[in-house]
């Protein structure tokens, strides 16, 4: 007599629309938004190209929501951009992708923003710097265990620090919009050999505005990871991905006329640190502490992000045979990549010990834009093969010049990080290379099982 087979573990459907649109925003606004704007201030050299640069990646942003809308209605699965890469493109791609996720892309953000919020966490309370990396691995540790123990909790975790972060940028916005600045003033206009000149200029400047831009706005796709986990994501996704990409444009364009208001271009492309400089011009030393704890806020709740969307995509993998066998089953109480979480979180705290994650993310940075743009190129694939199987709830508006728009812009952010550092993408490129015997291996192993 054969025993009966136990019931497969599938994810649950427990994030609606408000969780859905929560994960997209805290997925793109990290720390970016209080500490990066001078570069494009810098590059554009005028109040008026700077809110130009950050509107034409708005658009360019919003082109890319559009097509992962459809391609999470299409593919309700988690693993998000894995799945439409293994489907258009087959497996190799698709593994590479979670190869590059993996080895640096995610573990190694995770491992730099863990730093970074301690490194704010510590300066707020006071104590010797030397507890920055203690309280790093602390809240890697902490999130993986909130994570672990389901979808649900670590929603709400992500929830309550995507309000607390928007609560902080609004703080940022209204102060900068509303109060005055100290009579030190900190206006400071641009020197006269930053004026921007002719229209060349002007494409040029604003062109190399756009890659800084442009990462700003990254992170959104990652709540297609989670598809398997949104109640109705046929519908719900597409939803949150547009709230939440126009609600965060809204959100950073108002941050830099905040910006421009108190610091002038010309200051804002010579601060170091702009949102403490536009929070100190009109609050002193408290508005310091106060965006500084903003910015501690921020950093977690993106981090949690991380460590809550990633292991899908590596417990995806491992269904596919193509990575370690374990990281494939759900803890059969919460429902969640338990192993993928424990695995993922292991390896950021080995990357955060060793040091190396800032020069490795250098190095693979750009591969990123190289699947963001063979994942929304799979569109036209999904298209042209999905045309007798009925219409989906959701369809790319202007298809297909917009899906063209934002791999247009992934190739330009591609090339041109390759021009400003060809050596880091070289050796990147060989990073990457790595996976592909990983890769043998691990099909050769599915096959000889």
């Given at each position: 007599m054969t025993e009966p087979s136990q019931p497969r573990i599938t994810y649950a459907r427990r994030l609606g629309i408000f969780s859905a649109t929560m994960a997209v925003m805290g997925g793109i606004i990290g720390s970016g938004v209080f500490l990066g704007p001078q570069i494009v201030a810098a590059r554009v050299g005028s109040a008026a190209l700077t809110l130009v640069a950050w509107v034409v990646g708005g658009v360019i942003a919003l082109a890319g929501a559009f097509c992962f809308g459809e391609l999470g209605a299409r593919r309700p699965r988690a693993g998000g951009g894995y799945v439409y890469l293994r489907e258009a493109f087959g497996p190799l791609p698709a593994f590479l992708y979670g190869w590059a996720l993996?080895?640096?892309?995610?573990?190694?953000?995770?491992?730099?923003?863990?730093?970074?919020?301690?490194?704010?966490?510590?300066?707020?309370?006071?104590?010797?710097?030397?507890?920055?990396?203690?309280?790093?691995?602390?809240?890697?540790?902490?999130?993986?265990?909130?994570?672990?123990?389901?979808?649900?909790?670590?929603?709400?975790?992500?929830?309550?620090?995507?309000?607390?972060?928007?609560?902080?940028?609004?703080?940022?916005?209204?102060?900068?919009?509303?109060?005055?600045?100290?009579?030190?003033?900190?206006?400071?206009?641009?020197?006269?050999?930053?004026?921007?000149?002719?229209?060349?200029?002007?494409?040029?400047?604003?062109g190399a505005a756009l890659i800084p831009v442009l990462f700003a706005y990254g992170g959104w796709q990652q709540t297609n990871f989670i598809a398997e986990e949104i109640i109705e994501p046929e519908r719900n996704l597409p939803r949150a991905l547009m709230l939440g990409v126009i609600g965060v444009v809204t959100v950073y364009l108002l941050a830099n006329v905040a910006y421009l208001r108190v610091l002038g271009a010309g200051g804002l492309a010579a601060s170091m640190a702009p949102a403490a400089d536009l929070m100190g011009g009109v609050l002193g030393p408290a508005g310091r502490r106060l965006i500084s704890a903003g910015i501690a806020l921020s950093t977690f709740g993106f981090l949690n992000l991380v460590i809550l969307v990633t292991p899908r995509v590596f417990q995806a993998m491992a269904a596919d045979g193509v990575f370690l066998p374990w990281l494939a089953r759900l803890h059969p109480v919460y429902r969640t990549p338990a192993g993928a979480i424990a695995f993922m979180g292991a390896w950021s705290i080995v990357l955060a010990l060793s040091g190396t994650y800032a020069q490795l993310l250098d190095y693979v940075v750009f591969g990123d834009w190289i699947f963001f743009g063979l994942t929304v190129a799979s569109l036209f694939i999904y298209r042209a093969r999905d045309l007798t199987r009925g219409e989906v709830g959701f369809r790319v508006p202007a298809y297909p010049w917009t899906p063209a728009l934002f791999v247009l812009a992934a190739a330009y952010v591609v090339v041109s990080s390759i021009v400003a550092n060809p050596k880091n993408a070289l050796i990147g490129t060989g990073l990457l290379a790595l996976g592909a015997p990983v890769y043998r291996v691990a099909r050769r192993n599915q096959i000889l099982a």
């Amino acid at each position: 007599m054969t025993e009966p087979s136990q019931p497969r573990i599938t994810y649950a459907r427990r994030l609606g629309i408000f969780s859905a649109t929560m994960a997209v925003m805290g997925g793109i606004i990290g720390s970016g938004v209080f500490l990066g704007p001078q570069i494009v201030a810098a590059r554009v050299g005028s109040a008026a190209l700077t809110l130009v640069a950050w509107v034409v990646g708005g658009v360019i942003a919003l082109a890319g929501a559009f097509c992962f809308g459809e391609l999470g209605a299409r593919r309700p699965r988690a693993g998000g951009g894995y799945v439409y890469l293994r489907e258009a493109f087959g497996p190799l791609p698709a593994f590479l992708y979670g190869w590059a996720l993996l080895l640096v892309i995610a573990t190694g953000a995770t491992a730099a923003v863990a730093v970074t919020f301690a490194s704010y966490g510590v300066a707020l309370l006071g104590v010797s710097p030397h507890a920055t990396l203690p309280l790093a691995i602390g809240a890697i540790v902490l999130l993986c265990s909130v994570n672990y123990v389901g979808v649900k909790p670590a929603a709400v975790t992500q929830n309550v620090f995507t309000i607390l972060k928007l609560g902080a940028v609004a703080a940022l916005i209204a102060a900068g919009l509303f109060l005055t600045a100290s009579p030190a003033a900190l206006y400071r206009p641009l020197p006269p050999s930053a004026a921007p000149g002719g229209v060349a200029h002007v494409t040029v400047a604003v062109g190399a505005a756009l890659i800084p831009v442009l990462f700003a706005y990254g992170g959104w796709q990652q709540t297609n990871f989670i598809a398997e986990e949104i109640i109705e994501p046929e519908r719900n996704l597409p939803r949150a991905l547009m709230l939440g990409v126009i609600g965060v444009v809204t959100v950073y364009l108002l941050a830099n006329v905040a910006y421009l208001r108190v610091l002038g271009a010309g200051g804002l492309a010579a601060s170091m640190a702009p949102a403490a400089d536009l929070m100190g011009g009109v609050l002193g030393p408290a508005g310091r502490r106060l965006i500084s704890a903003g910015i501690a806020l921020s950093t977690f709740g993106f981090l949690n992000l991380v460590i809550l969307v990633t292991p899908r995509v590596f417990q995806a993998m491992a269904a596919d045979g193509v990575f370690l066998p374990w990281l494939a089953r759900l803890h059969p109480v919460y429902r969640t990549p338990a192993g993928a979480i424990a695995f993922m979180g292991a390896w950021s705290i080995v990357l955060a010990l060793s040091g190396t994650y800032a020069q490795l993310l250098d190095y693979v940075v750009f591969g990123d834009w190289i699947f963001f743009g063979l994942t929304v190129a799979s569109l036209f694939i999904y298209r042209a093969r999905d045309l007798t199987r009925g219409e989906v709830g959701f369809r790319v508006p202007a298809y297909p010049w917009t899906p063209a728009l934002f791999v247009l812009a992934a190739a330009y952010v591609v090339v041109s990080s390759i021009v400003a550092n060809p050596k880091n993408a070289l050796i990147g490129t060989g990073l990457l290379a790595l996976g592909a015997p990983v890769y043998r291996v691990a099909r050769r192993n599915q096959i000889l099982a």
